[in-house]
């Protein structure tokens, strides 16, 4: 009898205890990840063999108790080397775990292989090569705070590489995490399997797998135990031969109707992928792969009751919660219709998304699927369940309606108001109700959801939960599709990362204010290319921009600027240090029918710009960013400790009677009056005055200045 460890993924351990128990061997300990178990070299290959649910068995070699002052390389040594490989055959090392001794998992593996390679140097004169990739023997090095456990790579490359996947979809499910939600679906042999979410067909393959009695590990060229000395090759062929026979015949289950798979997808590719990797497998014939709407399902796929399998979008932003939560929705709905008596097991990261199909759970278990915590979640389609209407949204918190009759409110109060002065983009909702910490902006049909950073003190899934009644509000009150919403999360912005890119889907769209148009975007950036709260401000610049000579400093994508050309100004100056930007701002111009060279754009560090320029302006606006520390600017900016210094590098740019209007949007930002009117200037605040009727109930959203000297 021989010690060995199972590895697998995290929530899979309990079932693969059960399996390894299932072929005799005595399991020992279970911890996550890692199932150790006793057994003998026969049943070791039995389980490299059939195994469904470990990813790699490791062979035990020995286990030292340590000390804080330990070290691996003295340790191994010890160990006899020449017992378990050749000199002539390759090697690669790992390092699992954390030790006093040892920086990083890679200088412990680098000890390990010196003790391997300075043993076979010392007694044969000669030394293993090392190959990373693709090693005849792989040893394992795993710590702990009391043992260093030595182990030998028994089985090889990982056991969910069944062989028969060469693509896959969007979101691979890897083999043996597919066989573990079968066997917590309760799915047996027999039972009808339908997953409309099919993806490359992973799920279907492995259950049709097993329905044939294929042992998943006849597809492997080799295993890492046949390389190793002491390999017992007419016991392993033995076992082989008895799996072969063991198989079910295809047409067998075929011929007799006894099981069936379906799948579904809207994904062409991922569909030709399913089929082909279905062929691989020995499956084809036993599987219906299919063009098919989860969203709409049309048809039962089968008379008899079964079970449906499933891993669905779920995300991995919040941005992505308009589409999924409507797509839930709509899902369970043809469930409820069409698969009442079937039991429904989905796998998700996001299971606030399963508040969307308004269903009671019957069971959840905790799995990982890579690098995302998800949870498995069964359903039984009951008469009652199937009966719960899916009309009204669901919440999580019956206050969250509060939310959903504000917004209400507010729309019938500021829709006729909008189309009285001209405008189709406004502010509908800005964290009115403080617990829901959102902002709501209407774009022409289209909505905007900014979610603002929760306060430490708010509990992080709580405010998850009041987002989602968000979202799943906000399309049934404004009467649109949940397409046409975006989400996007705001957190305070720090240099560069203060318009940081999103999803560069390049969709534009365009929006009017008081006679200007301007193309946003709603999706690519956290900013959408206009600053609705100073709407006022720029309609003020284009009353006053008649024959005068305009600067527009900071400029984003020329908003001011356009406004200040229709207002006929002899000469409108944009500068911004984004060529991105600045070539916004020429479509800006352009949408307007704007040309000439009295419209000049100049791609610069404003302040660097300022100090060279010397030409003169009857108007200037100036609304630069809170902070900034742009690598392409000499010294960081902060618009609290700076703004008298670059007001006053003004006074040079200024003709005879020009105004400066001076805005920025910092909380709590305190104009320092002393020393501008020290300097020479005079200074009207017009704060309240340009803050517009959308912006009224967050009278903090902005300051602004009107600064002129005598």
């Known amino acids: ?76 040594s010890k160990i006899d080397w020449g017992q378990l490989m050749s000199v002539r055959q390759t090697l690669a090392v790992d390092c ?94 027999g039972t009808p399997l339908f997953d409309p979410f099919c993806g490359s067909g992973t799920i279907l393959i492995e259950a049709a797998q097993q329905s044939l ?10 295993f890492a135990f046949e390389r190793t000395p002491g390999h017992r090759a007419a016991v392993w062929q033995q076992l082989v031969a008895e799996a072969k026979a063991a198989q079910i015949a295809p047409d067998q289950l ?54 449906i399998v499933t891993n669905p979008p779920y995300g991995e932003r919040l941005g992505d919660l308009p589409s999924l939560i409507p797509l839930y929705s709509k899902f369970a709905l043809s469930l409820k219709q069409l698969y009442q008596g079937w039991r429904l097991a989905i796998i998700t990261s996001n299971s606030d998304l399963l508040r969307a199909l308004r269903l009671s759970k019957s069971k959840a278990y905790k799995f990982s699927n890579g690098p995302l915590d998800c949870e498995f979640t069964l359903f039984d389609l009951t008469e009652k369940q199937v009966q719960v209407s899916n009309n009204a949204p669901s919440l999580f918190f019956s206050e969250s309606s509060s939310f959903g009759n504000r917004l209400a409110k507010n729309l019938k109060q500021l829709q006729k108001w909008a189309k009285r002065e001209g405008l189709n983009c406004y502010r509908l909702y800005d964290a ?47 009467g649109i599709n949940p397409d046409k919403m975006i989400l996007k ?93 600045l070539d916004w701002a020429k479509r800006n111009f352009m949408l307007n029918g704007l040309n000439g060279k009295q419209y000049q754009f100049e791609q610069a560090d404003c302040l660097q710009w300022l100090a060279r320029n010397r030409n003169l302006f009857d108007l200037i606006f100036v609304d630069p960013p809170t902070f900034s520390n742009s690598k392409r600017m000499e010294d960081s900016w902060d618009v609290q400790r700076d703004h008298v210094n670059m007001l006053n590098m003004l006074i040079g740019k200024m003709a005879p009677g020009a105004k400066v209007i001076f805005s920025n949007n910092k909380r709590r930002f305190k104009i320092d009056s002393a020393a501008l009117i020290e ?20 009278p903090n959203i902005h300051v602004c200045f009107e600064l002129t000297r005598p």
């Not at 890692?34 to 057994?39: L, N, T």
Request: glycine content about 6%; aromatic content about 10%.
């Open 1 to 76: 009898m021989l010690e060995f460890w199972a590895l697998t993924s995290k929530g899979v351990e309990e079932l693969l205890a059960d399996e390894i128990r299932s072929y005799q061997g005595e399991v020992l300990k279970v911890s996550m990840g890692v199932v150790r178990f006793k057994a003998d070299v026969k049943t070791a290959y039995t389980l490299c063999l059939w195994s469904r649910l470990a990813t790699r068995i490791m062979r035990l070699i020995q286990s030292e108790p340590v000390t804080a002052e330990s070290d691996i390389y003295q340790i191994a």
């Open 96 to 189: 699992v775990g954390k030790h006093p001794k040892i920086d990083n998992t890679q200088f412990g593996g680098m000890r390990l292989k010196d003790a391997i390679v300075d043993q076979f140097r010392e007694e044969t004169g000669q030394r293993p090569d090392v190959d990373r990739l693709t090693p005849d023997v792989r040893f394992q090095v795993r710590l702990d705070k009391l043992h260093f456990h030595f182990l030998l790579d028994f089985s090889g490359p990982s056991l969910h590489q069944r062989g028969y996947r060469s693509g896959q979809g969007d979101a691979p499910l890897k083999e043996h995490l597919a066989a573990a939600l079968l066997k917590r679906s309760g799915w047996v042999p």
């Open 213 to 222: 009695n294929m042992a998943p590990g006849l597809a492997r060229e080799s």
């Open 254 to 307: 075929a011929l007799g109707n006894t099981i069936q798979f379906w799948g579904s997808d809207t994904d062409e590719r991922s569909l030709s992928k399913a089929r082909q990797n279905a062929a691989r497998a020995g499956v084809a014939n036993l599987i219906n792969f299919d063009y098919g709407d989860a969203t709409a399902l049309k048809h039962k796929v089968c008379d008899a009751n079964g079970i």
């Open 432 to 478: 009115d109700i403080p617990e829901y910490n959102v902002a709501v902006d209407w774009y022409d049909g289209e909505v905007v959801v900014h979610e603002y950073a929760a306060p430490a003190t708010v509990d992080e899934h709580v405010s998850q939960k009041r987002l989602f009644d968000v979202v799943n509000q906000v399309p049934t009150v404004l």
């Open 489 to 581: 999360v705001r957190e305070k912005q720090k240099g560069t990362n203060q318009y940081q890119a999103l999803a560069k889907a390049g969709q534009y769209k365009e929006v009017s204010e008081y006679g200007a148009k301007f193309w946003v975007n709603l999706r690519d950036y956290l900013d959408t290319g206009l600053f609705l709260d100073h709407r006022i401000t720029r309609h003020l610049i284009q009353q006053q921009a008649k024959d005068k000579r305009v600067l527009n400093l900071f400029a984003y994508t020329g908003t001011a600027s356009v406004h200040a050309a229709l207002g006929g100004a002899q000469s409108v100056t944009t500068v911004d240090m984004s060529n991105t930007y």
């Open 679 to 698: 300097a020479g200037w005079q200074i009207k605040d017009i704060s309240a005055a340009t803050l517009p009727e959308d912006f009224k109930r967050n």
